[in-house]
Nanobody
């Protein structure tokens, strides 16, 4: 299974960005999906996750109320709408897919995309 993330870029504080991620290959099944982010010198951290139906969603406290995760029904395409961006949101954002629970741990996801860089200037 390959995950292709896109939509990163350079924006100013307060701006918005929308990340996209599409899964391809592998046997057809609907995966739970998530976004994580990583900055140099720190561990990859959970951002948001969504279950197969789209009805179960978790957010990290740091992005609650500013970011919105969504997915196309029945498809392995997930989006991350990021509003009111802050400089501390600067990171490489990774999408992930799993077959079990749409939780907050990296261990729950089997497949990872290559990452897309988001830079927020002050």
């Amino acid at each position: 299974v390959q995950l292709q993330a896109s939509g990163g870029g350079l924006v100013q504080a307060g701006d918005s960005l929308r990340l996209s991620c599409a899964a391809s290959g592998g046997p057809f099944k609907v995966y739970v999906m998530a976004w994580f982010r990583e900055v140099p010198g720190k561990e990859r951290e959970f951002v948001a996750s969504i279950n197969r139906s789209g009805g179960g969603i978790f957010y990290a406290e740091s992005v609650q109320g500013r970011f919105t995760i969504s997915r196309e029904k029945g498809r392995n395409t997930v989006y991350l709408q990021m509003d009111s961006l802050k400089p501390e949101d600067t990171a490489v954002y990774y999408c992930a897919a799993g077959t079990n629970f749409a939780g907050r741990s990296r261990l729950e996801y089997d497949y990872w995309g290559q990452g897309t860089l988001v830079t927020v200037s002050s």
